[in-house]
C-alpha cells in the first residue's frame, strides 16, 4: 500500500522560499497510473489545491491563484516530488499535505482527473515576520 | 473556478442516527464529485468519488449520490469513528475545489 510523507522546514520567513519534499513509498512515483499533487490547510479553514505533476515532470499544472509563486517538481531517482512557494508571506502559514491522483477512468473526467485518493500525513509550515 | 457550498455547516447527530449532506456546485460538473472524510490533526480520506463510487475499503453505510450541481453524502447509522468534517470537492474541471467542510458532531 502507498504511502506518502512531507517533510522539510516547519518554519519559513516571510519573502522567503518555502520548501517541501513528499516522499513515496510502496509503490513507484514513475507509474503512468498517476500524478502527484500538493493541497494546503490553514488551520481551522478549508482546503486549497496547489498544484499536480507527473512522474516525467510534464505536463505540470498549477492553481492559478498560486501560479505566479509555485514550483513542482518531480525525482524519479528518489521517488520523490517537491514543493517550492517563493515570496511566502502569513497567508502561506498552513498544514500541507501531498497526495496521489489516478489517471483511471473511473477517476477521470473527459478533460482532466483531480481525485485525491491516498494523503500524506501533513507538515505544518508557519511563516514568521 | 467551480464554487462549491455545502450545507449544513454543522450538524448534531447521535450514534445510530442518518445522516445527510449536501453539496452543490455553481455549475454542472456532471458526476466528478469526491467526498473525504478529515478527522482533527489528520489528513483526508477519499471516502466516495465519481460521486457514488465507494472508495475501497470504505465501509457501505457511506453513500454517495447525485449529478449534475447537486449532490448528498449519506451515513446511513452514524458510529462513533464517523464523527469528523466531511468535505466535497469537485474533480470535473480545473482547477479542482473543495466545499467549506461540514462537521458532525454529538447530540
Known amino acids: 500500500q502507498v504511502q506518502l510523507q512531507e517533510s522539510g522546514p516547519g518554519l519559513v520567513k516571510a519573502s522567503q522560499t518555502l520548501s517541501l519534499t513528499c516522499t513515496v513509498s510502496?509503490?513507484?512515483?514513475?507509474?503512468?497510473?498517476?500524478?502527484w499533487s500538493w493541497i494546503r490547510q490553514p488551520a481551522g479553514k478549508g482546503l486549497e489545491w496547489i498544484g499536480r505533476i507527473y512522474s516525467t515532470g510534464s505536463p505540470t499544472t498549477y492553481n492559478p491563484s498560486l501560479q505566479s509563486r509555485v514550483a513542482i517538481s518531480v525525482d524519479t531517482s528518489k521517488n520523490q516530488f517537491s514543493l517550492r512557494l517563493s515570496s511566502v508571506t502569513a497567508a502561506d502559514t498552513a498544514v500541507y499535505y501531498c497526495?496521489?491522483?489516478?489517471?483511471?477512468?473511473?477517476?477521470?473526467?473527459?478533460?482532466?482527473?483531480?481525485?485525491?485518493?491516498?494523503w500524506g500525513q501533513g507538515t505544518l509550515v508557519t511563516v514568521s515576520s | 473556478d467551480i464554487q462549491m457550498t455545502q450545507s449544513p455547516s454543522s450538524v448534531s447527530a447521535s450514534v445510530g442516527d442518518r445522516v445527510t449532506i449536501t453539496c452543490r456546485a455553481s455549475q454542472d460538473i456532471s458526476s466528478w464529485l469526491a467526498w473525504y472524510q478529515q478527522k482533527p490533526g489528520k489528513a483526508p480520506k477519499l471516502l466516495i468519488y465519481a460521486a457514488s463510487s465507494l472508495q475501497s475499503g470504505v465501509p457501505s453505510r457511506f453513500s454517495g449520490s447525485g449529478s449534475g450541481t447537486d449532490f448528498t453524502l449519506t451515513i446511513s447509522s452514524l458510529q462513533p469513528e464517523d464523527f469528523a468534517t466531511y468535505y466535497c470537492q469537485q474533480a470535473d474541471s480545473f482547477p479542482p475545489v473543495f466545499g467549506p467542510g461540514t462537521k458532525v458532531d454529538f447530540k
Open positions: 497526495a496521489r491522483v489516478p489517471r483511471s477512468p473511473e477517476h477521470c473526467s473527459s478533460t482532466s482527473c483531480y481525485t485525491f485518493d491516498s
Open positions: 510502496g509503490g513507484s512515483i514513475s507509474s503512468e497510473s498517476y500524478y
